[in-house]
């Protein structure tokens, strides 16, 4: 897979004049929709012989213009590109969104970055999309431009979920309400594979430990984190991904919760479960937090939400509840499929890093 940040980067290192079939969107979340444009992509360029693209941005425009006001992020573009990567794409544009590009003219746009540095044979966009300076390109200034350069421009429709009462259309927005909501398992409904978030283990107040739980506090790297309560998830520091119960709240029960940035506004706690053994009804608990997991950097899957944050009146009713949190994330991810993506190969990874990206 070849990756660049700047149409001017790729017309400079691509030389040969095969022509692409090329994907343009933000792509945030790679959901349902969002794959319905890249299958688009991929089955042309099979049948025409052409090479599968797709041009993405970074940041997202919305951020580029709103600062922290804009959009917060579903996938880091990490992310992005190694799920593009994944599905089959071969070529990925994820270009550098400055002052510089976002003033491009609509005609600007189609010749300068589609036809003369992607080579673009046939142009897949969404059935909302605009471009240029201020979005004033329109699908039909699209088609009238491209065809001046023998291109071909495919529009694909809203897709619509059929796991929504409404039949709501796909959109990265839906997913981040569903996933700040709590609501995991409709967003993994949504996104085709359970919500993650990228992770670093860090010191917390050791009162998990204390209980009998121990816990690995995380200090997050993803933009968006589920409401406060308990989950279900899977938890890889690159082991595999491992059965856990997460707390992602206040701790309310105490006085103080760590917070291992200002800027997060939950303390995030996994507990990752052992075997049972077969002779006892409850799980085991781990012992000491032996894993060797401080500063390591991990991948947390979200499964489902088992209850809401709450307090209770003292630390026996807490461990009590932890309890049963424990087994009922056991008996409900007993019939789950471990996640196969994201893969975190290299227990000894500082940051989030996709080795196989060849810029050049």
Not at 72 to 91: A, E, F, M, N, P
Not at 129 to 142: I, N, V
Not at 243 to 255: D, E, I
Request: proline share 5%; with cysteine.
């Amino acid at each position: 897979m070849q990756f660049f940040q700047s149409y001017q980067d790729l017309k400079k290192h691509i030389k040969q004049e095969k022509s692409t079939v090329v994907g343009i969107g933000n792509f945030d979340g790679v959901h349902y929709g969002h794959q319905a444009l890249i299958n688009k992509v991929l089955k042309l360029a099979e049948q025409e012989s052409l090479q599968a693209s797709i041009l993405t941005f970074s940041p997202h425009p919305l951020r580029f213009f709103k600062g922290d006001q804009g959009p917060r992020q579903v996938y880091s573009l990490q992310d992005r590109i190694d799920l593009l990567s994944h599905l089959g794409i071969k070529l990925i544009l994820a270009q550098d969104f400055d002052l510089s590009f976002a003033s491009l003219s609509p005609s600007a746009f189609v010749k300068d970055v589609l036809i003369d540095a992607l080579k673009s044979a046939h142009i897949i966009v969404g059935y909302d999309f605009a471009f240029g300076a201020r979005r004033s390109g329109t699908h039909a200034d699209l088609i009238e431009f491209a065809q001046e350069y023998g291109a071909q421009v495919h529009i694909i429709e809203a897709q619509e979920s059929p796991n929504h009462s409404q039949n709501r259309a796909y959109s990265s927005t839906w997913i981040r309400e569903l996933i700040t909501a709590g609501e995991v398992s409709k967003a993994e409904l949504a996104l085709g594979r359970p919500y993650h978030i990228r992770a670093r283990v860090v010191q917390g107040l050791k009162r998990g430990r204390k209980l009998g739980f121990p816990t690995a506090n995380l200090e997050l790297h993803s933009e968006l984190c589920p409401q406060a309560g308990v989950y279900t998830a899977w938890l890889d520091w690159g082991q595999g991904p491992q059965a856990s119960v997460v707390s992602v709240g206040s701790n309310p029960t105490f006085k103080k919760a760590h917070l291992p940035k200002t800027h997060q506004q939950w303390s995030v706690e996994v507990h990752v479960l052992q075997d049972q053994d077969e002779d006892q009804t409850n799980p085991v608990t781990q012992p000491e937090l032996d894993l060797n997991l401080y500063d390591r950097e991990v991948c947390l899957w979200f499964v489902s939400l088992l209850r809401a944050q709450q307090r209770f009146a003292d630390s026996q009713a807490l461990v009590q509840q932890i309890t049963a949190d424990c087994k009922a994330t056991k008996d409900l991810l007993e019939t789950q499929k471990k996640p196969i993506w994201p893969k975190m190969t290299d227990p000894n990874v500082t940051s989030p890093i996709m080795a196989h990206i060849n810029p050049v």
